[in-house]
């Protein structure tokens, strides 16, 4: 038998939070309470000055396996996502080959039931990913899959999408959209601006996000059937969304870290870390964000955690790759933007566990799959996927620490506060003082 106390933190539920323990028995959380007598032979974990909340989940992470294991693989991404106090991870099906088969969904979802976190898969929207016919979702969700998105691309035709979201409807599952018209974003490496033509690079103009958000919302509005917009990047994006969800639509948003802590004077450095697509935008567009995230306008954050190989993300910038690492330094970066140690907790686990476990339906009501609960209440009888995190501790990050095959993170040499003591999975210790267990 497994037992776990943890000891005297700030345990924070869905609207309230109290200073207390909780009792972890054999993965599933047995008591809550102010002081908590252990059984003998107890594991203690003292929580003191620090945030005790549920397991984080991310929607958006790509974990690169099948086709690209040298820039990561479902186990390296397990580890990293353990370390950044994830116990839920969604993959991304842009793999190589897509994820657009119950095969291939399969085969993650295996190589991820042995990971010491879940591992969810979404699924793709068309086949190969390529916008010209639908992927069998009904069939790759029986196996459990609730998200389907063609992510890195997005689904470019309206009549495509259309037939998409009419299909996905009855099935009980959400598309997830990458807003970008490639025929306005095609060849731009950065934000479109007086700043990406100082420097001579195409830019991707921020019009092409935000023409594709307000198409897919209307299509909504058409179809009744929920979608939920990944990694927006500009407030009028943001703002639609927002807009269309006070009008009663069935509609979600993220964001990245990358987007609410850079902005696109990081490109002048030519350095392609700091390509990513959508392109990191304006200053105001970060501000923009982080009032968003405070003000309930966002439902996530998502890393958009992805790792390329060295090589790949060592040649000039308008040649690289776009994307950057998030898994391990996501849950600090979150806590800055929202106040540091005065900001809501209510609000973190919010935007880090709840919000995305209601998205992925891995929320314990949800469950219609063989992963366990995530993002509860904390309450008795709740599977026992935790985190704690010390809003105080400071820490450098340092990519030749990270867990991660891949080393293209932006925050290289950055200081942050607020960092993940330790990850509770499944009511086993993963991570403990900062460490893999």
Not at 89 to 111: H, I, K, Q, S
Not at 194 to 216: I, N, Q
Not at 413 to 422: D, P, S
Request: proline share 5%.
């Amino acid at each position: 038998m497994s037992v776990i106390v943890v000891r005297q933190g700030l345990v924070v539920g869905e609207t309230t939070s109290a200073v207390g323990d909780l009792l972890l028995i054999d993965g599933r959380i047995a008591e809550v309470g102010p002081s908590i007598e252990a059984p003998s032979g107890a594991r203690e974990i003292d929580a003191r000055d620090c945030w005790v909340g549920p397991g984080l989940v991310d929607l958006h992470v790509h974990l690169r396996e099948p086709g690209r294991e040298a820039a990561e693989d479902i186990e390296s991404g397990a580890r990293a996502g353990a370390l950044g106090g994830y116990t839920a991870l969604v993959a991304m099906p842009n793999t190589e080959p897509a994820l657009d088969n119950v095969a291939l969904v399969g085969y993650v979802l295996e190589r991820g039931a042995r990971c010491a976190i879940d591992i969810a898969v979404a699924g793709a929207i068309t086949q190969g990913r390529r916008g010209e016919l639908l992927a069998p979702m009904a069939e790759m969700a029986a196996l459990g899959v609730r998200l389907f998105t063609d992510d890195g691309v997005g689904v470019q035709d309206p009549s495509m999408m259309r037939r998409a979201l009419t299909y996905a409807k009855p099935l009980g599952v959400r598309l997830a959209q990458h807003c970008e018209d490639e025929r306005l974003a095609s060849g731009g490496t950065m934000n479109e601006g007086a700043l990406s033509s100082r420097l001579g690079l195409v830019g991707r103009p921020a019009l092409a996000e935000e023409l594709m958000v307000l198409r897919d919302l209307e299509l909504v509005r058409l179809t009744g059937a929920p979608l939920h917009f990944l990694h927006l990047s500009t407030a009028r994006s943001v703002a639609m969304v927002a807009h269309a969800r006070d009008e009663g639509l069935p509609v979600t948003c993220e964001v990245a870290p990358h987007h609410f802590t850079l902005d696109e004077s990081a490109c002048a450095t030519y350095d392609s870390v700091f390509k990513v697509h959508p392109p990191l935008r304006t200053a105001s567009d970060v501000a923009a964000l982080r009032e968003a995230m405070r003000s309930g306008d966002v439902d996530a954050v998502a890393t958009d955690h992805a790792p390329h190989a060295p090589e790949l993300k060592d040649l000039a910038f308008d040649e690289a790759p776009a994307g950057m690492l998030g898994l391990e330094h996501a849950a600090s970066l979150t806590a800055e933007a929202l106040g540091g140690v005065h900001a809501d907790p209510h609000r973190f686990f919010h935007l880090l566990s709840r919000g995305p476990a209601f998205i992925a339906q891995l929320r314990p009501d949800d469950l219609r799959v063989r992963h366990s609960g995530h993002g509860g209440a904390l309450l008795r009888g709740d599977d026992a996927n935790i985190v704690i995190f010390d809003p105080h501790e400071s820490w450098t990050v340092d990519r030749r620490e990270l867990a991660s095959k891949a080393r293209n993170t932006p925050y290289d040499g950055r200081t942050l506060r607020g960092r993940v003591r330790t990850t509770i999975a499944q009511g086993h210790v993963v991570v403990s003082d900062g460490t893999l267990a």
